[in-house]
């Protein structure tokens, strides 16, 4: 027996926060990528991005 009924408009909005923060997130890397690119310094690109961001960028293959 499930204990909590099912809100379909929670649901939606739930989806729509999540993928909006996966696009933030890839924009992110996408924007230091681009960075990376244009020889902006390491210590540069870490006064406006966390080292985890900065690595997840360096690891993402997706051109």
């Given at each position: 027996m499930i204990l909590t009924?099912?809100?379909?408009?929670?649901?939606?909005?739930?989806e729509k926060n999540i993928s909006y923060d996966d696009g933030f997130n890839d924009g992110k890397i996408e924007a230091i990528k681009n960075m990376i690119k244009l020889n902006v310094p390491k210590d540069k690109i870490l006064e406006c991005y966390s080292e985890a961001e900065y690595?997840?960028?360096i690891k993402d293959d997706r051109n």
């Open positions: 009924e099912y809100n379909e408009e929670q649901h939606i909005k739930n690595n997840a960028a």
